[in-house]
């Protein structure tokens, strides 16, 4: 991200940039850990208690890990997600997808006619999600 206006006249001037708010891998990477790698390939590996996990917290974990494979170019995948790929990806049932989604994951997790994903800023939303109660169940 630049700003677009090299020369910084007032505050306001340091918020205008140029292009959309880039990744905090240093938070990403962090809401992974423990749950998950990825290989060179750019398969998911789960790991420790991911299988326990609530749905909606595995459907958020496979979407960030999906954001990670594109910026990483592990494979030639869109970051956006449909019905299938979550299913399959995150062990949870099709028919479930939806009502997690405007039940529990309105708020972090977009969907357009291309599929579902998280938007960078909502990161810090996962991270609440995530912890919650001080658990990651």
């Not at 420790?48 to 609530?54: D, Q, R, T, V």
């Not at 999906?66 to 030639?76: A, F, G, M, P, S």
């Not at 099709?94 to 994951?105: F, W």
């Given at each position: ?62 979407l ?17 997600a449909d ?55």
């Open positions: 991200m630049e700003i677009r206006n090299q020369e910084i006249k007032d505050e306001l001037d340091e918020l205008i940039v140029d292009g959309g708010q880039g990744i905090n891998t240093s938070l990403l990477a962090e809401l992974l850990k423990g749950n998950l790698t990825l290989s060179k390939d750019g398969n998911i590996n789960y790991e420790g208690l991911f299988y326990k996990l609530s749905e909606r917290k595995r459907m958020l974990l496979y960030l890990a999906r954001k990670v494979i594109v910026d990483k170019k592990l494979k030639e995948i869109r970051e956006k019905y299938k790929e979550i299913a399959e990806g995150a062990f949870i049932s099709l028919k479930n997808i939806a009502r997690i989604h405007l039940r529990d994951l309105r708020s972090v997790v977009s969907k357009d006619n291309e599929g579902y994903f998280i938007l960078n800023y909502n990161l810090i939303k996962c991270k609440e999600i995530l912890i919650k109660n001080g658990s990651r169940n």
